[in-house]
């Protein structure tokens, strides 16, 4: 490491502060109503529910999103074991969703354009692998955004359901039938700490979910399904109304650091952004694919210059020992792409210096 360079870390969230924070906790402190869906867990869902132009009862917020993707299939689809179709290429929780909901994950490869599941491949998987699949999980990459309505199609043709784990897609994420799950975890565009919220415009289908998260109450208090709890408490919602009151600066800045990225991107040989980025929409995260193989050696020199880097979705999940055994089909692109990609630094407070100096760094990557 370069003994007198400024470290650049991967990130450094910014979640509401205490001052911000204050209006909310005295409220639970008037309400003495700390969990189980109370006042500010339905103003937040309220809130998310008008910014997402659904009803309040399409929407409902709940204990972090890798939970929300498993209740949502359990609710569609869990059980028995069958296939759930997955790109490899995304982070592991989507996998241990599955497992999470009696399902195994099956693993599909990306369409190089988009970094996600193709409608197209899904079918052709679905009409090769027949009944032995239950469900569809699709995922937006690092937040980009996703055309719902194909695969709300795609369920009707086919009866199988579809989940999308638009995880970092706060910002982008325009709801469908098929149920959206978004994270509101600390690394995520709308920071809570912990959280996860589940929209569909099928309002039976959120009172299934909200209900498997609570114990499988369905209004009273008896388990008439299947349940545990899942609920989002009070102190993370009031961390998430505080968040959503100041998202217009947040998102503010994000937009800031991404169209720097943008920038200084253009100026550096045979590297990419990922698909979309700048193209209007946020998130939290940078990541960057070289037109050859020097992911890891890329980390290694960012490494020594002081700029902390990551492969967030490490190697694909078909990679990580927990689904190494799990059925595939070929996934080249995945393969490929893995070896080439790289998250750099991002945040709503990277300064444009920063970006410029990461951007020297990869300059004398890619020329090396
Ligand atoms: C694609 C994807 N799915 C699911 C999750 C899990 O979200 P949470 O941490 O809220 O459980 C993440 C979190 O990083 C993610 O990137």
Redesign the pocket.
Known sequence: MIADAKQIPLMRPKLPDAAQLMPYLREIDANRWYTNFGPLEQRLTGRFAAQFGVTGDQAVCL???????SISLAALAGGDGRYCLMPSF??V??AQ?ALAADLTPYFLDVDPATWRLDTDAVRDAITRLGSDVAAVMV????GAPIDIAPWDRLTEETGVPVVI????GFDSVVPGVSPA?V???A??PLAAG???LVISRDGDLIAEIKARANFGFHGQRSAVGPGGNAKLGEYAAAVALAALDQWAETRAGFARTTAAYVDAMNAVPALQLSPGFGDGWVSATCNVVFDAPTGETAIAVLEQAGIEARR??NRGCHREPMFSEVDCDPLPVTEDMVDRMVGLPFGIDLLPADVRRIADALTAISMT
Do not use: C, R, Y
């Open positions: 204990s972090n999103a890798t939970t929300a993707l995304t982070f929780a989507t969703a995922v937006a990459p690092f784990d638009t995880a970092a799950i994270s509101l975890h690394t995520k912990e959280g996860g967030w979705w």
